[in-house]
């Protein structure tokens, strides 16, 4: 089924019948401050030792901020935080504000990357690996600090914004 745009749109639609969680993944950019952008192809790679793996497009227009950072931010978002999502989804989203962002020491080696101030789940990452696969770079990383609070997960399903309900 390697055809024309309509077979594109019918492949994502088809993508699109798995539901995920929602994410924000930040970085800082040089002298520019911390940018983010939504994304629902984070996964985790190991628990030990502790990695994680998210995608870019090659296309994003953020491309520049986050395929290079040696070190990211995960949020998982809570169902509350629909419209952060759609915010930093959208082309051409501005940096975050410096009010949404706090930065965690780590032990022994400075400021860790940029975490949402408020999320379900928050992750400082190191790069530990890259690698280009079909119009993607896939980027794994070392979970250096994690926390997680109870609510409820935003979840993205074919097209549309949903809840995970804590059990």
């Not at 055809?3 to 798995?18: E, K, M, N, T």
């Not at 989203?93 to 408020?118: F, K, N, Q």
Request: proline share 4%; glycine share 10%; aromatic share 8%.
């Amino acid at each position: 089924m390697d055809g024309g745009i309509d077979q594109v749109l019918a492949y994502r639609r088809a993508l699109g019948s798995f539901a995920t969680g929602v994410a924000l993944i930040t970085a800082e950019a040089a002298e520019a401050g911390a940018w983010a952008i939504t994304v629902n192809s984070f996964v985790s790679v190991s628990l030990t030792p502790r990695l994680v793996m998210w995608s870019l497009d090659h296309k994003s227009d953020r491309y520049a901020v986050f395929a290079g950072a040696p070190d990211w931010g995960v949020s998982v978002l809570r169902v509350d935080q629909e419209a952060q999502s759609s915010r930093f989804a959208a082309h051409g989203a501005l940096p975050a504000e410096e009010h949404e962002i706090e930065r965690w020491a780590r032990t022994g080696a400075g400021v860790g990357a940029p975490l949402m101030r408020t999320a379900l789940a928050r992750f400082d990452c190191h790069t530990v690996a890259r690698h280009h696969v079909g119009d993607h770079i896939l980027i794994v990383g070392q979970v250096m600090a994690y926390d997680a609070h109870p609510g409820d997960g935003l979840t993205y399903f074919r097209g549309r914004y949903g809840v995970a309900p804590t059990p």
